[in-house]
């Protein structure tokens, strides 16, 4: 059950991290425009959500384990988030 909540945790802190990028065109709703509005608070907020999910995975799985579990599972979902939803440059879009 541990490990369920650090996942969504790590899922949640990639996820702020992800949209406080600069390459990414964020969609019009009421949270998207709060992190347009105070990208270094969500960004700081991403990374504490990342580490208390790394906390969570060692006190689960040990020092060693631990670290190499989230670091598969951090690699896994920024992998599978990347590629459901890509960064665009927004010079190559034409309206």
């Known amino acids: 059950m ?3 909540a650090a ?3 790590m899922y949640a802190g990639f996820w702020s991290l992800y949209h406080t990028s600069k390459k990414i065109i964020l969609r019009r709703s009421v949270i998207l425009t709060t ?3 105070k990208p270094r608070l969500v960004k700081n907020i991403g990374w504490c959500l990342l580490l208390v999910s790394f906390y969570l995975f060692t006190m689960e799985y040990g020092m060693g384990s631990g670290s190499l579990f989230a670091s598969i599972f951090l690699m896994s979902i920024s992998s599978l ?3 459901f939803y890509p960064l665009k440059n927004k010079k190559c879009i034409k309206p």
């Open 7 to 9: 996942i969504g945790v």
């Open 2 to 4: 541990l490990t369920v």
């Open 35 to 37: 992190i347009q509005k």
């Open 81 to 83: 988030f990347i590629l």
